[in-house]
């Protein structure tokens, strides 16, 4: 099981970004997806989950309205993107699933939100 984020960069506050994760190693059609973030000094927060149909999705409140995150199951991507940016959400970024009940992390994608 691999996962490959990409996407991250430095943005102005209201900027967007748009994260993406490759998959690959495993079904991807079968299991659902998540977003978690870290920003420095505090613990890693879930994000988003994605289902793997992608017809059922949930949000931390934090990014609520802000954010969609969606998935290409015929390209073994999950997407996240993210509008109306906040110095706060500066942090990693990782791509996360469960496979066979083993947790697979991505090596994550700094997302820097400043003027």
């Known amino acids: 099981v691999q996962l490959v984020e990409s996407g991250g960069g430095l943005v102005q506050p209201g900027g967007s970004l748009r994260l993406s994760c490759a998959a690959s190693g495993f079904t991807f059609n079968v299991y659902a997806m998540n977003w978690y973030r870290q920003a420095p000094g505090k613990e890693r927060e879930f994000i988003a989950t994605?289902?793997?149909?992608?017809?059922?999705?949930r949000y931390a409140d934090s990014v609520k309205g802000r954010f969609t995150i969606s998935r290409d199951n015929a390209r073994n991507r999950v997407a996240l993107q993210m509008n109306s940016l906040k110095s706060e959400d500066t942090a990693v970024y990782y791509c996360k699933t469960q496979v066979r009940g083993i947790g697979t992390w991505g090596q994550g994608t700094q997302v820097t939100v400043s003027s």
């Open positions: 994605i289902s793997s149909s992608g017809d059922y999705t």
